[in-house]
């Protein structure tokens, strides 16, 4: 099973929106809405910041959303902020045989 | 609110196995609902989940470390393990345990996460 496929890097300066997108198969992505991206900054955990393709657990700031549009799925972030400069990973669960997999990651720069 | 903490060696020799442990606490592995997991990450890469498990023991594996791996519980500790044979530098990574609340199939909680080298 390959990692969901990120771009490497994105960038924009403070107060703009930034769209990351993942892109998967009909085996996980396309066919489930099990879609969740986890933040993590440098030497620290990865945070989950959504789940079920759209939902924003108790304290992420709704300027995070979700979106999946058949096998690829995408992180917005608007109104950029210095604090959101990390690197960002999709997952998606893919079945009773493969279970889960991550993306590829992607740095988001604040610039 | 849970915490993780992963424990074990930090470095492992070529061939043999890694052993790591997650202690739990904020909640009992038994008396909630939760699966517990491995997820790890080599240096400067990706993330790749290598399995979980229920606090009755039924697990689930990375069909692709199936082979290799192997992870249980403690309820009477509050702790999960996980045992990798046959390590090659390739299993060099930063290792995370974590949790997840079905039927949500995202990780909840994470551990700080544990760095093991492989190296003789």
């Known amino acids: 099973q390959s990692a969901l496929t990120q771009p490497r890097s994105v960038s924009g300066s403070p107060g703009q929106s930034v769209t990351i997108s993942c892109t998967g198969t009909s085996s996980d992505v396309g066919g489930y809405n099990s879609v969740s991206w986890y933040q993590q900054h440098p030497g620290k955990a990865p945070k989950l910041m959504i789940y079920?393709?759209?939902k924003r657990p108790s304290g992420v700031p709704d300027r995070f959303s979700g979106s999946k549009s058949g096998n690829t799925a995408s992180l917005t972030i608007s109104g950029l902020q210095a604090e959101d400069e990390a690197d960002y990973y999709c997952?998606?669960?893919?079945?009773?045989?493969?279970?889960?997999?991550f993306g590829t990651g992607t740095k988001v720069t604040v610039l | 609110q849970l915490q993780l903490q992963e424990s074990g060696p930090g470095l492992v020799k070529p061939s043999e196995t890694l052993s790591l442990t997650c202690t739990v606490s904020g909640g009992s592995i038994s008396g909630s609902s939760y699966y517990w997991g491995w997820i790890r990450q080599p240096p400067g890469k990706g993330l790749e989940w290598i399995g979980s498990i229920y606090y009755s023991g039924s697990t689930y594996y990375n069909p692709s470390l199936k082979s290799r791996v192997t992870i249980s519980v403690d309820t009477s500790k509050n702790q999960f393990s996980l045992k990798l044979s046959s390590v090659t530098a390739a299993d060099t990574a930063l290792y995370y345990c974590?949790?997840?609340?079905?039927?949500?199939?995202?990780?909840?909680?994470w551990g700080q996460g544990t760095l093991v080298t492989v190296s003789s």
């Open positions: 974590a949790a997840r609340y079905p039927p949500g199939e995202q990780f909840d909680y």
């Open positions: 079920d393709v759209t």
């Open positions: 997952s998606s669960y893919a079945g009773s045989y493969t279970f889960y997999v």
